[in-house]
């Protein structure tokens, strides 16, 4: 197959083409960062507006740098949900738009999923495969038994990874989105301020990050209160080593107790360059293939939808003229 595939959940305008689900023919990526900075995060009408401005200019970018036509292709792809409403729509409808006009089949694809199919485009998967995905939303375990099918292993109670990283990176006074910042800082520290591990109940593969993103404001205040200076790269090493040790073992436990041929990491959180270390350490040791995506295929993109869409495509999934916004859309199975 050759998919036209279609990303604007969030805060990023991106189209691709991809073939059989594993080679990128082509990968566009239009992101409105520099236009959320100074708010500090996603501001939803603003990222609409940018992706009505841009998704034209980003899908006929993915055809020209692929050499395609659109009569070439077999199906055009397109990120369903979650995300956010307004921001789904305008690729939705672009992605209509296209496939009425060029007669082809529409295929509505999970964000999820597609952060997870990214490792594809790097290694084929092989199943029984153990997924962290850890994002700006989303922070969970799924294990996969074969291609479209998802078990929901464990998940966040509170806040997301990507979400406490942001936060913390405001306590610190650092740029949105803060993740990257709080992984530099972390390696350019000699020392790290001790905050707490939260393990949850013994045996729960769910996580919880908002107790430890307080512990962070809590010791930020104490130190303003006694008039003391924080060192902001200390604060930014003990947090991450925290969020680095608990998303590891939960995942090593998990990795054991399914008995899993490979596992992979997915989600904007996994470009953070101590957790990569971390798992790829662990996963050496224990003789488990462990494998994560490049940064750009990491962060948002529509190459990971392109491939997803393929296996949904061959499994018979089809969307139709029909297709809305689904903001909650839960990671489901497509395999019948
Ligand atoms: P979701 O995929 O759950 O819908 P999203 O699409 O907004 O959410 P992504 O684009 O996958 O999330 O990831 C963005 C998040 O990744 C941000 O919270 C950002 O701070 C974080 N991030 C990016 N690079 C790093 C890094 N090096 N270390 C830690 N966090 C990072
Ligand atoms: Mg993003
Ligand atoms: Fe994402």
Request: proline share 4%; with cysteine.
């Amino acid at each position: 197959t050759y998919i036209l595939a279609i990303e604007t959940s969030c805060d990023e305008t991106a189209a691709a083409i991809i073939k059989n689900g594993t080679d990128i023919i082509s990968n566009v990526v239009s992101s409105q960062i520099e236009s959320h900075k100074r708010f500090g995060g996603v501001v939803p009408e603003i990222a609409s507006r940018h992706h009505v401005e841009q998704i034209t200019i980003v899908i006929e970018e993915a055809l020209t740098k692929a050499n395609m036509t659109p009569s070439e292709l077999t199906a055009v792809a397109v990120t369903e949900g979650p995300g956010l409403v307004g921001a789904l729509l305008i690729g939705i409808n672009a992605a209509k738009a296209f496939a009425f006009a060029h007669g082809l089949p529409i295929v509505g694809t999970h964000h999820i999923a597609g952060h997870i199919y990214a490792n594809n485009l790097v290694q084929p998967m092989e199943f029984p495969l153990l997924a962290l995905v850890v994002s700006g939303g989303h922070t969970e375990i799924v294990l996969m038994n074969e291609h479209g099918h998802f078990e929901l292993i464990g998940e966040t109670r509170d806040d997301a990874a990507g979400e406490a990283y942001d936060k913390v990176a405001r306590v610190l006074n650092l740029p949105y989105p803060g993740g990257p910042h709080i992984d530099k800082l972390a390696h350019e520290a000699d020392e790290a301020v001790k905050f707490p591990r939260i393990w949850l109940e013994e045996g729960s593969y769910d996580f919880s990050f908002s107790g430890l993103k307080s512990a962070v404001i809590n010791y930020k205040h104490n130190m303003d209160q006694r008039g003391e200076e924080i060192v902001a790269a200390h604060v930014a090493k003990g947090f991450q080593d925290s969020v680095v040790e608990v998303l590891t073992a939960k995942t090593l436990r998990a990795a054991r107790e399914f008995n899993v041929k490979q596992v992979i990491a997915a989600g904007g959180v996994s470009a953070n360059k101590g957790l990569r270390t971390s798992l790829e350490e662990t996963f050496a040791a224990e003789g488990i293939p462990f494998y994560v995506p490049p940064l750009n295929l990491c962060t948002d993109n529509a190459a990971m939808i392109g491939a997803a869409a393929h296996y949904m495509f061959v499994a018979g999934e089809r969307g139709n003229m029909a297709m809305n916004g689904r903001p909650g859309m839960e990671l489901k199975t497509w395999v019948k």
